[in-house]
C-alpha cells in the first residue's frame, strides 16, 4: 500500500466498507481526512528523520533484496524508516472509518492493519517502524475527539458515508431516557 493521498487511500478501503468514497460523494468526509492526515504528518514528522540526519534506514536498503512491491520513488532510499507514516495513514483510516459503519468494524480495523503490514512486506518498514506508526495514529485519533471541529465534520461525514453506503437513519430515537432528575 503505497496511496497516501485521500482519493487514492479511499479506494483501498471501498471493500472493507462495502461502499467507495469519492470527492463528490463525500465532500466533508475527504476535507476531514485531509486536515487529519496533516495533523498526523505534524505528528510523525519531527521524528522521522532523514537518513543523512540519524535517521533510521529502511530494510532493503539495509538488506538489498529483488524488488517485490513495484518500483520505488525516487529518493526514499534517503528517508528515514522510523515510524511508518504509511501504517500511521492505515490505522487511523480504519479506525475513523469503524467509527462511522461500526458494523464493517471489523473488517475495516483489518485494512487498516494491512496497510501497516504491506510496508514490512515490502521491505519499506521495520515491524517495529509500523508499530510506532500505529501508536501514534491511536493517539491521534483519540486527540481528534476532543476537537469540536473534528466532531462537527466527523457528524457530516458520517451522515455523508451513510448515504453513500445506502443506509437510512432510523425514524426514532435510539437514546435511553434519563432516569433521574429534571428533564432538559
Not at 17 to 35: C, I, W
Request: proline fraction near 11%; hydrophobic fraction near 45%.
Amino acid at each position: 500500500d503505497t496511496a497516501y493521498p485521500p482519493e487514492r487511500v479511499a479506494p483501498r478501503f471501498a471493500e472493507a466498507l462495502g461502499a467507495t468514497l469519492t470527492p463528490e460523494n463525500a465532500p466533508v468526509f475527504f476535507r476531514m481526512m485531509n486536515r487529519a492526515m496533516a495533523d498526523l504528518e505534524a505528528l510523525v514528522d519531527p521524528v522521522k528523520r532523514p537518513v543523512d540526519r540519524g535517521g533510521r534506514v529502511r530494510p532493503f536498503v539495509a538488506y538489498p533484496r529483488p524488488e517485490i512491491c513495484g518500483p520505488l520513488y525516487p529518493g526514499i532510499e534517503a528517508t528515514g524508516s522510523y515510524p511508518s507514516t504509511h501504517a500511521a495513514l492505515g490505522w487511523m483510516w480504519g479506525a475513523v472509518l469503524a467509527e462511522m459503519a461500526p458494523d464493517r468494524a471489523d473488517a475495516l480495523i483489518a485494512r487498516g492493519l494491512q496497510y501497516g503490514e504491506s510496508r514490512i512486506v515490502c521491505g519499506y518498514h521495520y515491524p517495529s517502524d509500523v508499530a510506532a506508526g500505529r501508536i501514534a495514529a491511536a493517539a491521534l485519533v483519540a486527540r481528534l475527539h476532543a476537537d469540536p471541529q473534528f466532531l462537527a465534520d466527523f457528524r457530516k461525514a458520517k451522515a455523508e458515508v451513510d448515504a453513500v453506503r445506502g443506509m437510512r437513519r432510523p425514524p426514532f430515537d435510539f437514546r435511553l431516557p434519563r432516569l433521574f432528575g429534571p428533564r432538559t
